[in-house]
């Protein structure tokens, strides 16, 4: 038989033959990928803990993370101990703060009383929130606002010789936004209500008639110290501190933290116990006198849009 016919007919010459094609790479498994990344993280550690020791040897100063908050924007009402001129600046804050509206307040000159309403027809957990703030607020009373609008409450809270009023918001079946007016010559503050938590039963059983302790922490600007000011103002100032109850309100990139704690010592070791309710203020606006949207003067005002007014995220206001 002749050779050629026992070639085979799909046989391809070499040299004309295209490139090879690459292998597929094989993906790892989803186990060994987290080996190696919990392995790339112990040694990173490692390495970290290598080099602050190395610096802690040689004398070295302690390195200090960069975080928003050290590296804000500066802001020439903002209080610094280092500053050149914090002795003046201290000296004309307090003489400020000695005529300001909440000044009669600080001085002692009168106890609060505290008005808590909402609309005529409040929806369950926006009465248990007000009921939940005039256990804490010494003083207080809530009330239905029925069809009375903000400025007829305003004046027969006045009448009725009252301090303060807090008007409380909903939308959507939730508390939502907190009205807060010093009476009788203002101002007026208006905050956004966020992640409202409700305390349980047992919580709730630890809630006493005693006035508790105020701390307002991390307002450091002008306008921060005017809010602080205005918040503490609604709380009596003579705590009672047998019901060892305190409220505290923090400052943290413009969001006030309220919180409510339960205080025990235990071998001169204080232990805190949180009672609730938990929520979060974000301040909208400060009006000069009281509540008028239309033709009131503001201090300060959120725009509408955020990004008009936070051009930068290190930039704070409170």
Known sequence: MDSKEMEPENEVDESQAGPELPKLARKKPKGLLRQEKLRDLKNKKKIQKRDRKLRKASGDPKQVPRTIENTREPDS????????DYDQKTQDLAAEFEHDEFA????????????????????RKVREFGKILTEI???????????????ETIQAAINKGYTDLIIINEDRNEPNGLILVHLPDGPTAYFRLSNVIFPNKRQRKEFTDHRPEVITTNFTTGLGKTVARMLGAVFHQDAEFKG??????????????????RYKFLKNKPYLRELGPKFTLRLQYLQEG?????CGEYRWIMTDKRHKIETSRRRFFL
């Open 290 to 294: 009281l509540y008028d949207p239309k």
């Open 104 to 123: 009669d307040y600080y001085s002692n000159l009168y106890k609060p009383k505290v008005l808590i309403t909402y609309k005529e027809k409040p929806l």
């Open 77 to 84: 009402t903002v209080l610094h101990s280092d500053d050149e």
């Open 244 to 261: 060892r109850h305190v409220v505290t309100m923090h400052n943290q990139r413009d969001y006030i933290f309220f919180r409510h704690h």
């Open 137 to 151: 607020v010494p003083n207080s009373v809530r009330i239905f606002r029925r069809d009375a609008s903000v400025k």
